[in-house]
């Protein structure tokens, strides 16, 4: 049965005032923290880092990809601080597309780096034939471009309607049918989470097993740090993807959206739980600075190029057009990383 109402029932007015300040306040947060950070990171890879090698790369896109989330902000400030939608159906959804595609550019990113990493410590002189930048940039191109294609529904589905109240206008999804609902639901709780996910998990579990096999005198640093890793990507992504499996499944159950007070405390918490992307867009500068204490202190505002140098095996080469070889000191690459190698694997790769 078509749907006629996607809109959300009118809550309470004290939880639709409180909500709207939560949100105020995380998005606020977020440009603070992530607007300047990802900048900051961006730069240092363009004109502190002598050398980009293969990981800077993906660094560097992973930060163009959260500053990208974070542009749109300000309009979603706005729209939170006057209660209604002002930019118009194709504001509507280019900022909630241009989200979409940074989302699945920053999760293939991170689980492209998730397998680099893996990559390179169980086989890693194949590692060194694969990681050239010819490699990066075509596998950079193709995440970019999957990224575009998965995004589509944002476009497709989303609509300018009236409130329920009649008195103001909502950027809301708008399906022709709970069977879109549920594909749409459905399909972004897998691509954009569940895959990914468990790629990363098992990923960083070979990474993890085969370091305590070695018994690297770094391993507990290590372990937790792959353990942040892991807890950064679930905390922020799982919730928001949680409520989406909650209501995909209460519309194959036939609960039709806009019906009773369980679909509208979902839809409130989907409004807090989306704020949270704009936080992991601005978390990543913060899990740099962490991993890096020390270069920080030594470094100063060099120390994100520093950490990046520090690469394991990574120098480019002039004739392969920057292939894994020796470190960036010059030292002949060994067979098997060693401790700082380890750390810094899973440094790289901090999300």
């Known amino acids: 049965m078509a749907m006629n109402t996607t809109t959300p029932a009118a809550p309470v007015s004290s939880s639709v005032t409180f909500i709207s300040l939560l949100v105020i306040i995380v998005l606020s947060v977020a440009l603070v923290v992530g607007l300047p950070g990802n900048s900051f990171v961006v730069w240092s890879v363009l004109v502190k880092l002598r050398k980009r090698s293969v990981t800077a790369l993906l660094v560097l896109h992973l930060a163009l990809a959260d500053l990208a989330v974070l542009l749109t902000a300000p309009f979603f400030l706005y729209y939170a601080a006057q209660g209604t939608w002002t930019f118009g159906l194709a504001g509507c959804r280019l900022f909630h597309y241009v989200c979409g595609v940074s989302m699945y550019a920053s999760v293939l990113l991170i689980t492209t780096m998730s397998l680099d990493r893996s990559l390179a410590v169980a086989l890693p002189f194949v590692s060194q034939k694969l990681r050239t930048k010819t490699v990066a940039w075509r596998v950079l191109a193709g995440i970019w471009v999957v990224s575009v294609l998965l995004a589509t529904p944002v476009i497709v589905y989303r ?193």
């Open 159 to 351: 609509k300018v309607t009236p409130g329920m109240n009649n008195r103001s206008l909502v950027c809301f999804p708008k399906y022709p049918s709970e069977g879109h609902r549920v594909f749409h639901l459905f399909f972004e709780v897998v691509t954009g989470f569940l895959l990914p996910f468990l790629v990363v998990v098992a990923s960083y579990s070979d990474i993890g097993r085969r370091l305590r096999a070695r018994r690297f005198r770094r391993s507990r640093r290590t372990g937790r740090l792959v353990a942040l890793i892991i807890l950064a990507f679930a905390v922020f992504w799982l919730p928001y993807h949680m409520v989406n499996l909650i209501q995909a499944v209460r519309a194959l159950a036939g609960k039709a959206a806009g019906s009773g007070p369980e679909w509208r405390r979902l839809y409130l918490a989907r409004q807090v739980l989306i704020t949270l992307a704009f936080l992991s867009s601005s978390v990543n500068p913060v899990l740099y600075a962490c991993a890096g204490g020390g270069l920080l202190r030594s470094a100063g505002v060099g120390f994100v190029a520093k950490l990046l140098e520090g690469t394991g095996s990574e120098a480019s080469s002039s004739r392969r057009g920057g292939t894994l070889a020796q470190t960036v000191r010059g030292a002949p690459a060994s067979p098997e990383p060693g401790p700082s190698e380890s750390l810094t694997a899973s440094t790289n790769a901090l999300e």
